[in-house]
């Protein structure tokens, strides 16, 4: 129940004459044993090829010998590019296990937790018994306590190349970021160290790349700005296209896009950075007035009378249980409705993954928003009949679960509904 067999032993070049006359030609000892200081990165990077079979250098390498109750040592290569496997479920874990330089096991997913599976190394230990099993090794607090250092050890090396080298940090986070987050929801003991190191899309940038720190978009919050915004949606484009964001580019504040999968999932572990709350600009109200930006009141259109409570009463018995409510907004500009949950409700991108991993959800009814400078609403507050405005307000309904990125329910007849409203009145 265990294997045994030898180690790959760093060979070294001729260390020249001995006195006696006779000449050493190579020393056997495994790389990780000698002092970092005696070992060259070409040395590094030849042992990382050896053990992993990749032909790049790795992209950032962690050596370390830990002393005291217990002894060990690290040697962990994050890769340049990722491993074919990350993605696939019946993935190997990179990191060997030996016991005083014998190799005991491979692929021990105890080493290192899943969302650091693309790290490549070895951790050597002093106190392990050399018969361990893969049973004992299941609930030894030896390999507990070697877990804990190394992913401390990773996580601070990552932290330093963050601070001191944000180019190779990017690489890095755009090659494992999205694999990098799920330590979110897998690691929360390690959640004020993993936050920081998060990069996101935002508002301010020129595409979809992730490459905002929470620390820049702190520093970047404008006066009186007390929350952190963001939005998830399902690609880049429909985040950056978002209705829900017209009041925020107005006023010139930044709202940070999420856009993996995995970002509906480890949202609830983002609650809180550097004391100021995350807050969805899908959910509950949107309250910017005591914010300082440079947008001025002249900037900002008048906005045009409209009907108001009335024509928010009678959109809402137009729409019945569909909604759970209808209200004046404070978020749109430019268009005419849109849909957000409560403050309390499911976030309509983690509604739509579960659905998509067919799991059931409890009915969230949705609110919709209204402009009431708009146009459209002015021409609809105008509608004395009664069946085209239920038509109008159906209408104003659909259009909103198309733009956050739902689907119809009844596609067919909201295209008769629009072809009926665009006829010409007889």
Same mark, same amino acid.
């Given at each position: 129940?265990?294997?045994?067999?030898?180690?790959?032993?760093?060979?070294?070049?001729?260390?020249?004459?001995?006195?006696?006359?006779?000449?050493?030609? %190579?020393?056997?000892?495994?790389?990780?044993?000698?002092?970092?200081?005696?070992?060259?990165?070409?040395?590094?990077?030849?042992?990382?090829? =050896?053990?992993?079979?990749?032909?790049?250098?790795?992209?950032?390498?962690?050596? %370390?010998?830990?002393?005291?109750?217990?002894?060990?040592?690290?040697?962990?290569?994050?890769?340049?590019? /990722?491993?074919?496997?990350?993605?696939?479920?019946?993935?190997?874990?990179?990191?060997?296990?030996?016991?005083?330089?014998?190799?005991?096991?491979?692929?021990?997913?105890?080493?290192?937790?899943?969302?650091?599976?693309?790290?490549?190394?070895?951790?050597?230990? =002093?106190?392990?018994?050399?018969?361990?099993?893969?049973?004992?090794?299941?609930?030894?607090?030896?390999?507990?306590?070697?877990?804990?250092?190394?992913?401390?050890?990773?996580?601070?090396?990552?932290?330093?190349?963050?601070?001191?080298?944000?180019?190779?940090?990017?690489?890095?986070?755009?090659?494992?970021?999205?694999?990098?987050?799920?330590?979110?929801?897998?690691?929360?003991?390690?959640?004020?160290?993993?936050?920081?190191?998060?990069?996101?899309?935002?508002?301010?940038?020129?595409?979809?790349?992730? %490459?905002?720190?929470?620390?820049?978009?702190?520093?970047?919050?404008?006066?009186?700005?007390?929350?952190?915004?963001?939005?998830?949606?399902? %690609?880049? /484009?429909?985040? =950056?296209?978002?209705?829900?964001?017209?009041?925020?580019?107005?006023?010139?504040?930044?709202?940070?896009?999420?856009?993996? !999968?995995?970002?509906?999932?480890?949202?609830?572990?983002?609650?809180?950075?550097?004391?100021?709350?995350?807050?969805?600009?899908?959910?509950?109200?949107?309250?910017?007035?005591?914010?300082?930006?440079?947008?001025?009141?002249?900037?900002?259109?008048? !906005?045009?009378?409209?009907?108001?409570?009335?024509?928010?009463?009678?959109?809402?018995?137009?729409?019945?249980?569909?909604?759970?409510?209808?209200?004046?907004?404070?978020?749109?500009?430019?268009?005419?409705?849109?849909?957000?949950?409560?403050?309390?409700?499911?976030?309509? /991108?983690?509604?739509?993954?579960?659905?998509?991993?067919?799991?059931?959800?409890?009915?969230?009814?949705?609110?919709?928003?209204?402009?009431?400078?708009?146009?459209?609403?002015?021409?609809?507050?105008?509608?004395?009949?009664?069946?085209?405005?239920?038509?109008?307000?159906?209408?104003?309904?659909?259009?909103?679960?198309?733009?956050?990125?739902?689907?119809?329910?009844?596609?067919?007849?909201?295209?008769?509904?629009?072809?009926?409203?665009?006829?010409?009145?007889?």
């Amino acid at each position: 129940d265990h294997i045994v067999v030898p180690i790959f032993m760093a060979s070294e070049g001729a260390e020249g004459q001995e006195q006696s006359g006779d000449e050493q030609v %190579n020393r056997a000892s495994a790389l990780w044993t000698r002092p970092k200081a005696d070992i060259s990165p070409t040395e590094y990077a030849e042992f990382y090829r =050896n053990i992993t079979h990749d032909f790049d250098d790795p992209l950032l390498t962690i050596h %370390n010998r830990m002393e005291g109750t217990l002894e060990y040592t690290l040697l962990l290569f994050v890769p340049t590019e /990722a491993p074919f496997d990350l993605w696939q479920r019946e993935r190997h874990h990179g990191v060997k296990l030996y016991v005083r330089r014998v190799f005991i096991l491979e692929d021990t997913q105890r080493l290192l937790p899943s969302y650091l599976r693309f790290v490549r190394g070895i951790i050597d230990s =002093n106190d392990l018994p050399l018969n361990v099993s893969r049973e004992i090794l299941q609930q030894h607090r030896i390999i507990d306590q070697m877990r804990t250092s190394a992913v401390k050890k990773l996580l601070g090396a990552l932290g330093d190349l963050a601070k001191n080298d944000a180019t190779k940090y990017q690489t890095f986070w755009d090659t494992f970021g999205r694999a990098f987050k799920e330590g979110l929801a897998e690691d929360p003991t390690n959640q004020d160290v993993l936050i920081p190191l998060l990069r996101f899309t935002s508002t301010i940038g020129d595409g979809p790349a992730e %490459n905002v720190a929470l620390d820049d978009y702190v520093a970047r919050m404008p006066t009186g700005q007390q929350h952190i915004y963001y939005l998830i949606a399902e %690609n880049f /484009a429909a985040a =950056n296209e978002s209705p829900l964001l017209e009041i925020f580019r107005q006023r010139g504040v930044e709202v940070l896009l999420l856009t993996d !999968p995995i970002d509906a999932i480890i949202e609830s572990s983002l609650t809180n950075y550097a004391g100021k709350p995350f807050q969805s600009v899908a959910r509950g109200n949107v309250d910017l007035a005591g914010i300082e930006t440079p947008a001025t009141t002249e900037d900002q259109p008048e !906005p045009q009378p409209a009907a108001g409570e009335e024509v928010l009463t009678r959109l809402k018995t137009a729409l019945g249980d569909a909604v759970k409510a209808v209200r004046a907004s404070t978020r749109l500009t430019t268009s005419p409705a849109c849909l957000v949950n409560d403050e309390r409700d499911l976030d309509p /991108a983690f509604v739509r993954l579960l659905k998509a991993n067919g799991q059931m959800v409890p009915s969230v009814r949705p609110i919709l928003e209204i402009n009431l400078s708009h146009p459209v609403v002015r021409r609809i507050a105008d509608e004395t009949d009664a069946t085209r405005f239920d038509d109008w307000a159906q209408l104003l309904y659909d259009q909103s679960v198309l733009s956050r990125g739902d689907q119809l329910e009844h596609p067919a007849r909201f295209v008769t509904r629009l072809n009926a409203l665009l006829a010409p009145s007889e």
